[in-house]
């Protein structure tokens, strides 16, 4: 076998082989850089939180920043929300009471009317023959009376002297009496026709904003027909019928007897918050609530009204009616974004002690107000109860609080404070502050 050709062999230059150890020791250089930063990492711990502090935020090592709200018991408004929709105060359905046909419509559509005033205009032609007829028939009758009255004041005389029969005197009178009752019955039949002639003329019943004409000048009507001519609508009040669920009805009522709700007065107030979001800037009154509960639907209805000079309000809007129901006094209110549940379900809070120590508390809350809960149990005057920070914060941590103040319209954090005191001296401040 022949051997190798000699340039096919492998070989290196000094030159080669000095590049290849230079490309060695740059390589080991870098492992030994990494290896350094590991050690230092681990020797130094957890990184460092925003500020120097710990997780949660500014503060000492291992004391994250909790932002804090300061419970005190006060009186809160007790209102129920419930839909409901907007109905007219008074409607009317305008339908002629005589047949005919129309000469004339005299309002002009979509406007405002008071009560009285002319809208159509039937033919009256007919209806005032007819009360022209009714009225000479009145005379004819009237005509009638003074003779048979002057025949029964003869009689009366004759009568004693044996001239005539009582019989003839008793005629007579019949006659007399029967032509004071055509007269009678000839004057009814004239306010017969005076009323079917006025009702030729369609008046409005009530005032209010009218709707357009079914029926155009010329047509045929007949009197109490089912197509309505038009509808006029009272908007100024107008009401708002809503509904509220029997169980809150009682629950209402079991607070008012334990005292843990008191009445206002009277006069129920009642706001409303229209489909947009806006509140209505004139508040209304209770006007009633049903005195029976739907058997299908369990609740029951209530009416309040509200003034609409403006006309703001239309018929069968969509809104949200808020009834004051009482007064709840001393109350606390915790902001919902400082309340959470835990595994059984129950609404939990996390507070700051005095030493500036978590803990978690099981709440008892009632309903919701705005963005806060009305707590009944779990809070006393004077804890601090956290509202930010929560995530960062364990029961048994040091913790260092912050005042903060929550917006009561957003639920959001609005501002932040100085280092929260302890409960005792927040407590003695606010009652220095009372006096």
């Known amino acids: 076998m022949a051997s190798p050709h000699p340039s096919s062999r492998t070989t290196h230059s000094p030159s080669t082989r000095d590049d290849e150890a230079r490309r060695r020791r740059r390589l080991a250089g870098l492992w030994a850089g990494v290896l350094a930063t590991t050690l230092l990492v681990g020797c130094d711990g957890q990184p460092q939180g925003p ?23 006060q009186s809160v408004a007790i209102t129920a929300e419930m839909p409901g929709r907007t109905v007219a105060s008074l409607v009317a359905e305008v339908r002629p009471q005589v047949g005919g046909i ?20 039937i033919d009256p032609a007919s ?18 009376v003074p003779s048979a009255q002057s025949k029964v004041d003869r009689y009366q005389g004759l009568i004693k002297q044996n001239a005539v029969s009582k019989q003839d005197y008793d005629d007579a009178l019949a006659s007399l009496a029967q032509a004071k009752a055509d007269v009678a019955a000839a004057k009814a039949d004239v306010e ?48 708002v019928d809503v509904t ?79 009834i004051e129901e009482g007064v709840a006094p001393d109350s606390y209110l915790v902001p919902q974004r400082g309340v959470t549940r835990n595994t059984k379900g129950e609404p939990v809070a996390l507070l700051v002690t005095a030493d500036n120590k978590v803990e978690q508390r099981v709440l008892s809350v009632s309903r919701s107000v705005g963005n806060s809960w009305l707590v009944e149990r779990g809070i006393a005057d004077g804890d601090r109860i956290i509202v930010e920070g929560s995530q960062f914060a364990r029961p048994g941590q040091d913790v260092t609080p912050v005042d903060v103040v929550v917006d009561e319209t957003t639920g959001e954090v609005r501002e932040r404070g100085q280092q929260s005191a302890a409960p005792a001296a927040s407590a003695a401040a606010s009652i220095t502050t009372a006096n």
């Open 102 to 121: 129309i000469q004339s419509r005299l309002f002009e559509e979509g406007s405002e009317v008071k009560a009285g005033d002319a809208l159509y205009q």
């Open 244 to 322: 509220q669920s029997s169980t809150n009805l009682l629950n209402l009522r079991q607070a008012i007897d334990d005292g843990r709700i008191k009445i206002t007065g009277d006069n129920v107030k009642v706001r409303l918050e229209l489909d947009n979001g806006v509140v209505y800037a004139v508040p209304g009154t209770l006007e009633f609530s049903s005195a029976y509960v739907d058997q299908t639907t369990g609740t029951y209805g209530v009416r309040a009204q509200f003034p609409n000079p403006d006309r703001l309000l239309l018929p069968g809007m969509y809104v949200r009616a808020i």
């Open 127 to 144: 209806y005032q023959a007819a009360y022209d007829s009714a009225v000479a028939a009145q005379q004819k009758a009237e005509a009638l």
């Open 51 to 73: 500020g120097g502090g710990g997780p949660g935020g500014p503060g000492g090592q291992g004391r994250p920043q909790v932002g804090v709200i300061t419970a005190h018991p």
């Open 192 to 239: 017969t026709a005076r009323i079917n002639l006025d009702y030729t003329r369609i008046t409005a019943p009530i005032g209010g904003r009218i709707d357009k004409s079914t029926l155009t000048p010329g047509a045929l009507v007949t009197a109490s027909q089912e197509t309505v001519l038009t509808t006029i609508r009272t908007l100024d009040p107008i009401n």
